[in-house]
């Protein structure tokens, strides 16, 4: 009888022992646990990227890369840059190019504009080889090395769109420098995407001002997201918010 009695409080110590570990893990909040879910949800079903309004023309997208910094634009953001980037390049409105676009790491619209008007010259630049399957319309880019790009590419593009992947003042400086690297020296477009904590520093580096048009995301993001152009777009996107603080 002893000795069980022995047996059952070594047990006994075993279990508030464990009980005493399991306490000192970390515990997720609820809102934490929540996130994870949505994107281990998000990370097992990459097909599902991209179908918000595949049933009204979308376009499909490989699965977005969280450690890229990468997030789609969702199809009323898409659509409305396309339409302002086909109007630029084919300014007499026959519906011929005459001119060509740059895509720097912003693959929504490259994807949108190759849907609604594939004879528009336009090249994606992008550090995610996946998308290496648009062939030779794909360039490989690291803002790191902002002007390490083909030699055919310097000044040759009328329109250049920028979403820079970072929202820090040395991401926006070298993407910056492959916007001048890429843009045609006289009468070319700027349309830069990023956040709106950005605005002094846009206009620093890129003579860019916000337009009243808010981009919007696929998935929702904490920052405050807009658009800015080197240029007045009038009545279209809203034209420029000059008011905003």
């Known amino acids: 009888?002893?000795?069980?009695?022995?047996?059952?409080e070594r047990v006994s110590g075993e279990v508030r022992q464990e009980e005493d570990d399991d306490e000192d893990v970390p515990q997720l909040s609820a809102a934490a646990m929540?996130?994870?879910?949505e994107f281990l949800a998000e990370q097992q079903r990459?097909?599902?990227?991209?179908?918000e309004g595949e049933g009204e023309g979308g376009v499909e997208l490989v699965a977005e890369d969280w450690r890229l910094s990468q997030f789609w634009y969702n199809d009323r953001t898409a659509r409305a840059l396309v339409e302002e980037v086909v109007r630029l390049v084919?300014?007499?409105?026959?519906?011929?190019?005459?001119?060509?676009?740059?895509?720097?790491?912003?693959?929504?619209l490259y994807a949108y504009l190759k849907k609604t008007d594939p004879g528009v010259p336009a090249q994606l630049l992008e550090y995610d080889e996946r998308f290496g399957q648009y062939g030779g319309?794909?360039?490989?880019?690291?803002?790191?090395?902002?002007?390490?790009?083909?030699?055919?590419?310097?000044?040759?593009?009328?329109?250049?769109?920028a979403d820079p992947p970072y929202l820090s003042r040395e991401c926006l400086e070298k993407v910056a420098k492959t916007v001048s690297f890429l843009a045609q020296p006289e009468g070319s477009f700027l349309l830069l995407l990023t956040g709106e904590v950005q605005k002094d520093r846009a206009l620093e580096l890129l003579n860019v001002h916000p337009c009243g048009f808010r981009p919007q995301h696929s998935n929702k993001l904490g920052n405050e997201f807009r658009l800015f152009t080197n240029y007045d777009p009038?009545?279209?996107?809203?034209?420029w918010d000059l008011g905003t603080k």
Do not use: W
């Not at 319309?137 to 250049?160: I, S």
């Open 1 to 8: 009888m002893a000795a069980s009695g022995m047996e059952d």
């Open 34 to 37: 929540e996130a994870l879910r």
């Open 46 to 51: 990459p097909e599902e990227q991209g179908e």
């Open 90 to 108: 084919s300014p007499s409105g026959s519906g011929s190019a005459a001119g060509a676009v740059a895509c720097i790491a912003c693959p929504t």
């Open 137 to 161: 319309d794909y360039t490989f880019y690291d803002y790191n090395r902002p002007e390490e790009l083909p030699p055919a590419m310097k000044h040759a593009y009328r329109v250049v769109v």
């Open 234 to 239: 009038a009545d279209r996107l809203g034209g």
